[in-house]
């Protein structure tokens, strides 16, 4: 992991996080960062339609539903983003020839929305008990005209920056598995937010043990 300098703080906003709030599908959870809020849902291994059927490994599919209205070509990138991340993340192989669905419903956007949508979707994963090589986390960081990185920012914080960046995480050796860039930076200010991610990782895996262990305390 790269050091992150002085001027990058790491902040994030309040997380909040309930499992199994859905009774239909075998997984779901619903993930809270500020005003920030997704539901995520998850079904399968099921059977597979036989024109999308892989004969090594499950077929996955992610569909995210805007808060209003039909998804847009800004979903259509952002399920692009979530499937690659849970693809290498989950072990398909385990389910040859089935079908694994993921659908992510946007509660509210107050910023940070495609790291709100990993998170949710990586606790409704662990839900759903499907296996998986690592888990993941997203963090989204902003630059601002002055230069500084701001972590986790909202709407209003992402409208005056100049460039705003998602990265997933993973679990295990804190790795990027995927990164979602927009607008003008340098490859220093890049690097920049990776480490600062990495680090703002450590404190959402740690909500993760946490909201874990709480729920199951109350179980056993």
Same mark, same amino acid.
């Given at each position: 992991?790269? %050091?992150?300098?002085?001027s990058?703080?790491v902040?994030l906003r309040?997380f909040g996080?309930?499992?199994?709030?859905l009774?239909?599908?075998d997984?779901s959870?619903?993930?809270?960062q500020?005003d920030t809020s997704? *539901?995520a849902?998850?079904?399968?291994p099921?059977?597979v339609?036989?024109?999308?059927e892989i004969y090594?490994?499950?077929?996955l599919e992610v569909l @995210?539903q805007?808060?209003v209205?039909?998804?847009?070509v800004?979903?259509?990138s952002?399920?692009?983003c979530?499937?690659?991340t849970?693809?290498a #993340?989950? &072990? *398909? #192989?385990l389910h040859?020839?089935s079908?694994?669905t993921?659908?992510?419903?946007?509660?509210h956007?107050?910023?940070?929305?495609?790291?709100?949508? &990993?998170?949710?979707?990586?606790?409704? *994963?662990?839900d759903?008990? *499907?296996?998986m #090589?690592c888990?993941?986390?997203?963090v989204?960081?902003?630059?601002?005209?002055?230069?500084? @990185? @701001?972590?986790?920012?909202?709407?209003a914080?992402?409208?005056e920056s100049?460039?705003?960046?998602?990265?997933?995480? %993973?679990?295990?050796?804190?790795?990027?598995?995927?990164?979602s860039?927009k607008g #003008?930076?340098s490859?220093?200010e890049?690097?920049?937010? @990776?480490a600062v991610?990495?680090?703002?990782?450590?404190?959402?895996?740690?909500?993760?043990?946490d909201?874990?262990?709480?729920?199951?305390s109350?179980?056993?």
């Amino acid at each position: 992991m790269m %050091d992150v300098c002085g001027s990058a703080s790491v902040t994030l906003r309040d997380f909040g996080c309930e499992q199994s709030l859905l009774s239909r599908p075998d997984g779901s959870a619903s993930f809270s960062q500020g005003d920030t809020s997704v *539901l995520a849902a998850s079904y399968g291994p099921a059977e597979v339609k036989v024109s999308k059927e892989i004969y090594d490994r499950a077929t996955l599919e992610v569909l @995210i539903q805007p808060k209003v209205g039909l998804p847009s070509v800004r979903e259509r990138s952002q399920e692009q983003c979530v499937r690659e991340t849970c693809e290498a #993340s989950l &072990l *398909l #192989s385990l389910h040859p020839r089935s079908s694994l669905t993921l659908i992510l419903q946007l509660i509210h956007d107050d910023g940070s929305v495609l790291s709100c949508i &990993l998170n949710a979707a990586c606790m409704a *994963l662990m839900d759903a008990g *499907l296996p998986m #090589s690592c888990l993941f986390c997203g963090v989204t960081c902003a630059i601002d005209a002055d230069g500084q @990185i @701001i972590t986790d920012p909202t709407a209003a914080q992402e409208k005056e920056s100049r460039a705003v960046m998602t990265f997933a995480i %993973d679990g295990t050796k804190h790795r990027v598995m995927m990164s979602s860039t927009k607008g #003008s930076f340098s490859v220093n200010e890049l690097q920049q937010c @990776i480490a600062v991610s990495q680090k703002a990782s450590e404190k959402i895996f740690q909500f993760y043990r946490d909201s874990v262990s709480r729920r199951y305390s109350k179980t056993l």
